[in-house]
Protein backbone atom coordinates (compact mmCIF):
# COMPACT_ATOMS: atom_id res chain seq x y z
CA UNK A 1 0.00 0.00 0.00
CA UNK A 2 1.10 3.35 -0.50
CA UNK A 3 -0.46 6.89 0.83
CA UNK A 4 0.32 10.34 0.05
CA UNK A 5 -0.39 12.74 3.50
CA UNK A 6 -0.35 16.83 2.96
CA UNK A 7 0.26 18.90 5.58
CA UNK A 8 0.81 23.04 5.51
CA UNK A 9 -2.52 24.16 4.31
CA UNK A 10 -4.58 27.03 6.05
CA UNK A 11 -5.83 30.46 5.98
CA UNK A 12 -3.58 33.36 4.76
CA UNK A 13 -4.02 37.12 4.09
CA UNK A 14 -3.57 38.11 0.57
CA UNK A 15 -0.07 38.63 0.09
CA UNK A 16 0.94 35.63 2.39
CA UNK A 17 3.01 32.54 1.89
CA UNK A 18 2.45 29.25 2.85
CA UNK A 19 4.54 26.00 2.26
CA UNK A 20 2.69 22.54 1.11
CA UNK A 21 4.21 19.27 2.13
CA UNK A 22 3.30 15.48 0.82
CA UNK A 23 5.25 12.86 2.24
CA UNK A 24 4.73 9.41 0.22
CA UNK A 25 5.07 6.23 2.47
CA UNK A 26 4.64 2.54 1.94
CA UNK A 27 5.79 0.14 0.00
CA UNK A 28 7.76 1.76 -3.07
CA UNK A 29 10.41 1.20 -5.47
CA UNK A 30 10.76 4.56 -7.46
CA UNK A 31 8.93 7.28 -7.62
CA UNK A 32 8.61 9.30 -10.87
CA UNK A 33 6.57 12.58 -11.18
CA UNK A 34 5.26 14.16 -8.35
CA UNK A 35 3.06 17.11 -8.81
CA UNK A 36 0.01 19.38 -7.37
CA UNK A 37 -3.08 20.05 -8.59
CA UNK A 38 -6.05 22.13 -6.79
CA UNK A 39 -9.82 22.16 -6.40
CA UNK A 40 -12.11 25.22 -5.88
CA UNK A 41 -15.54 25.02 -5.16
CA UNK A 42 -17.59 25.00 -8.30
CA UNK A 43 -14.64 24.18 -10.56
CA UNK A 44 -12.63 21.58 -11.80
CA UNK A 45 -9.33 20.17 -10.56
CA UNK A 46 -6.54 21.75 -12.51
CA UNK A 47 -3.01 21.31 -12.50
CA UNK A 48 -1.01 23.83 -10.50
CA UNK A 49 2.59 22.52 -10.56
CA UNK A 50 4.52 19.13 -11.37
CA UNK A 51 8.08 17.62 -11.31
CA UNK A 52 10.12 14.99 -12.39
CA UNK A 53 12.09 12.73 -11.26
CA UNK A 54 15.21 14.35 -12.51
CA UNK A 55 14.26 18.15 -11.47
CA UNK A 56 12.34 19.42 -14.46
CA UNK A 57 9.12 21.50 -13.24
CA UNK A 58 6.12 22.50 -15.14
CA UNK A 59 3.87 25.33 -13.72
CA UNK A 60 0.00 26.66 -14.48
CA UNK A 61 0.60 30.36 -15.71
CA UNK A 62 -1.41 31.45 -13.08
CA UNK A 63 0.92 30.65 -10.55
CA UNK A 64 4.18 31.34 -12.35
CA UNK A 65 6.96 33.85 -10.47
CA UNK A 66 4.69 33.05 -7.67
CA UNK A 67 5.04 29.39 -6.56
CA UNK A 68 7.64 26.99 -6.86
CA UNK A 69 7.83 23.17 -6.62
CA UNK A 70 10.52 21.19 -5.23
CA UNK A 71 10.98 17.69 -3.87
CA UNK A 72 13.61 15.71 -1.84
CA UNK A 73 13.69 12.05 -3.07
CA UNK A 74 15.33 11.08 0.34
CA UNK A 75 12.43 11.62 1.80
CA UNK A 76 9.79 10.72 -0.87
CA UNK A 77 8.81 14.27 -0.40
CA UNK A 78 7.19 16.88 -3.05
CA UNK A 79 7.00 20.56 -1.37
CA UNK A 80 4.97 23.67 -2.59
CA UNK A 81 6.00 27.16 -1.89
CA UNK A 82 3.25 29.83 -2.29
CA UNK A 83 4.12 33.26 -2.27
CA UNK A 84 2.29 36.34 -2.93
CA UNK A 85 -1.32 34.12 -2.76
CA UNK A 86 -4.03 35.98 -3.53
CA UNK A 87 -7.91 35.10 -2.98
CA UNK A 88 -8.34 33.39 -6.21
CA UNK A 89 -5.66 30.88 -4.87
CA UNK A 90 -7.95 29.12 -2.53
CA UNK A 91 -8.71 25.84 -2.96
CA UNK A 92 -8.41 22.39 -1.76
CA UNK A 93 -4.48 21.44 -2.84
CA UNK A 94 -4.33 17.91 -3.61
CA UNK A 95 -0.79 15.76 -4.21
CA UNK A 96 -0.22 13.45 -6.78
CA UNK A 97 2.99 10.72 -7.75
CA UNK A 98 3.13 8.46 -9.84
CA UNK A 99 4.63 5.82 -8.15
CA UNK A 100 6.09 2.25 -8.64
CA UNK A 101 5.52 -0.32 -5.62
CA UNK A 102 7.88 -2.84 -4.53
CA UNK A 103 4.82 -5.72 -4.21
CA UNK A 104 3.79 -5.43 -7.77
CA UNK A 105 6.21 -3.28 -9.54
CA UNK A 106 3.27 -1.63 -11.10
CA UNK A 107 3.34 2.15 -11.98
CA UNK A 108 -0.02 4.18 -11.07
CA UNK A 109 -1.29 7.71 -10.36
CA UNK A 110 -2.33 8.00 -6.32
CA UNK A 111 -3.12 11.05 -5.09
CA UNK A 112 -3.63 12.42 -0.98
CA UNK A 113 -6.50 12.81 0.48
CA UNK A 114 -6.04 17.44 0.39
CA UNK A 115 -5.88 20.13 2.09
CA UNK A 116 -7.95 23.32 1.95
CA UNK A 117 -5.69 26.85 1.43
CA UNK A 118 -8.46 29.59 2.00
CA UNK A 119 -6.61 33.35 1.19
CA UNK A 120 -8.52 36.07 2.79
CA UNK A 121 -8.63 39.28 4.96
Known amino acids: QVQLVESGGGLVQPGGSLRLSCAASGSIFSINAMGWYRQAPGKQRELVAT???????NYADSVKGRFTISRDNAKNTVYLQMNSLKPEDTAVYYCNAVIQTRATMITRSYWGQGTQVTVSS
Open 51 to 57: ITGGGNT
